[in-house]
């Protein structure tokens, strides 16, 4: 198991990056490797995300030792988001199986977590947001069935997607954390269009079902102070409050949103007309 830490930045400093600095900062790009767990534990309201591809053995992780607790989740809660094969997590002994597009829900004070691939052909990506958690609740599997969906966009607008709430309070309770999948209907490319900032609570992307060869124009930034961030499949992007977050892609995809910070008002926005980006 691995874990890099950012320290997250201040959007006066963002103004004077270059785009190696930028892509430091701010895109996170090594969470899917063979038989590893890999962790960033970013100073943006502590939210850590992770990546794991179980392919050939199981694989492991829950210590806290890198984080000053006895257990990684012994003060947090954690979605973990099954973007490929159909996989097992095992939290404590506790066996769930995730298809395709299942979230687990794990509850703060979990140990031992082992994940695993039914065919090491397809294996499970395991991608995972971890945030502060100020209570204990049940872990819970939302199968993509039971999550729920809003149809947003519309195609004459190339902003066509179905955002689907995993974890969120209409769905399954959690502390702070929420998470969810949004998919672009095919021909349309624009993201969280058009765009908003929540000075209330940050956010992270994790680009996923992209062809090798697509990217995506992820723009980030104040809104009058706009960078962006060219992100290929199975990388995420952090969102601190400040920043808008919405992106163009090349092709077909699909993205993991997680967020937290003071409430769960997912209606807590501040849309930001086209008219005011720079
Ligand atoms: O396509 C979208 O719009 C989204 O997925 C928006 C995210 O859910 C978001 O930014 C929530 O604040
Ligand atoms: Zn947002």
């Not at 006895?70 to 988001?81: H, K």
């Amino acid at each position: 198991m691995t874990m890099k830490v950012l320290y997250g930045a201040s959007p006066e400093d963002v103004k004077g990056y270059d785009t190696a600095r930028l892509r430091r900062e701010f895109l996170i790009s090594d969470l899917f490797a063979a038989d590893a767990v890999n962790f960033t534990y970013t100073h943006v309201d502590r939210l850590i995300l992770g990546g794991a591809m179980p392919k050939t053995r199981s694989v492991f992780f829950g210590s806290g030792a890198d984080i000053g607790t006895s257990y990684l989740l012994s003060a947090r809660e954690m979605g973990i988001a099954n973007l490929g094969g159909t996989g097992t997590i095992a939290v404590d002994g506790k066996s769930f199986v995730l298809e395709n597009r299942d979230v687990l829900y794990v509850g703060r004070g979990a140990k031992e977590i082992v994940v695993s691939s039914e065919s090491p052909d397809k294996p499970a990506r395991f991608y995972m947001n971890s945030v502060p958690a100020g209570a204990d609740l049940p872990h819970r599997l939302v199968k993509k069935a039971d999550a729920k969906a809003l149809e947003l966009g519309d195609v004459k607008r190339s902003n066509r997607r179905r955002l689907v709430m995993y974890i969120h309070p209409e769905v399954i309770p959690s502390c702070l954390l929420l998470m969810g999948i949004t998919d672009l209907a095919e021909g349309s490319a624009w993201n969280t269009m058009p765009p908003h900032v929540h000075e209330r609570r940050m956010e992270a992307y994790c680009y996923f079902d992209m062809a090798p060869q697509d990217r995506i124009v992820h723009v980030m930034g104040e809104p009058e102070e706009t960078r962006h961030l060219i992100v290929a499949n199975g990388e995420a992007v952090l969102s601190p409050a400040w920043s808008i977050h919405m992106g163009a892609g090349t092709g077909t995809y699909a993205f993991v949103w997680g967020m937290t910070g003071e409430n769960q008002e997912y209606n807590d926005v501040t849309p930001v007309a086209l008219a005011e980006l720079k």
